[in-house]
């Protein structure tokens, strides 16, 4: 009877000594997890670029020895990273050139992507060709403005990026007068799900931003 209870007492500190084992490699586990892996995934989560929003402007000025500069509006790279599902990369290029000897500029776009675009002076959105060309004096006091989507629905965007390009003068710190361009975010409709980022890093369209919007759109 004494060896059968042997073994058994035997076996029993060998399952308990299993157990304070396996409690300790799982206590373990939970520190390195707390201690390490946690604050790497909130370090990540917090670099994480926000998306764009109504009223985000961007300025571009052009180097005057260069005379070339260039723009460009996309998902995840570029001057301005919409985040946004629906924007491919490089959706919208503004290629600038400056005049040797004044602030006066050629303005080449070109698209990658659906825009709609509407010239300065005029009222209208229609589809923008592959290529347009501008010359920075019709941008004073204007604006050029554009719409980018992934899809166009009888000549018309449902949902969209609205972009508007401006000028303006200042001066610099030699006392020289120069151009200054401006892309302002003018409206996101009907706006993103802010709430849920997906698995590229990017957003859904959503309606929190477009309570204040009725979904009409300007194009005629």
């Known amino acids: 009877m004494s060896l059968p209870l042997g073994i058994l007492l035997q076996d029993s500190q060998t399952i308990v000594l ?57 998902k995840k790279i570029g001057n301005i990273q919409t985040l946004t599902k629906a924007i491919t990369e490089d959706h919208l290029v503004f290629h600038f050139k400056k005049a040797r000897d004044s602030e006066d500029y050629d ?64 001066f610099n710190k030699s006392g020289n007068e120069r151009m200054k361009f401006t892309f302002t975010i003018t409206k996101i409709q009907p706006g993103l799900n802010r709430a849920k980022r997906n698995r590229e890093g990017t957003f859904d369209w959503g309606q929190e931003e477009g309570s204040d919007e009725d979904g009409s759109d300007d194009n005629d």
């Open 18 to 74: 299993w157990i304070f084992f396996s409690i300790s490699i799982v206590g373990l586990f939970l520190i390195i997890i707390n201690q390490f892996i946690l604050p790497i995934i909130r370090m990540k989560s917090l670099e994480l670029p926000n998306p764009i929003s109504v009223g985000d402007s961007y300025d571009l000025v052009v180097n005057e020895i260069e005379r070339i500069a260039h723009f460009a509006i996309g």
């Open 107 to 170: 303005i080449s776009i070109q698209k990658n992507g659906l825009v709609l675009y509407k010239p300065p002076r005029m009222d209208i959105y229609s589809k923008m060709d592959s290529k347009e060309t501008l010359e920075s004096n019709e941008i004073i006091g204007h604006t050029a403005d554009f719409r980018l989507s992934d899809k166009v629905v009888k000549e018309r965007m449902i949902n969209f990026v609205e972009i508007s390009m401006s000028s303006s003068f200042f």
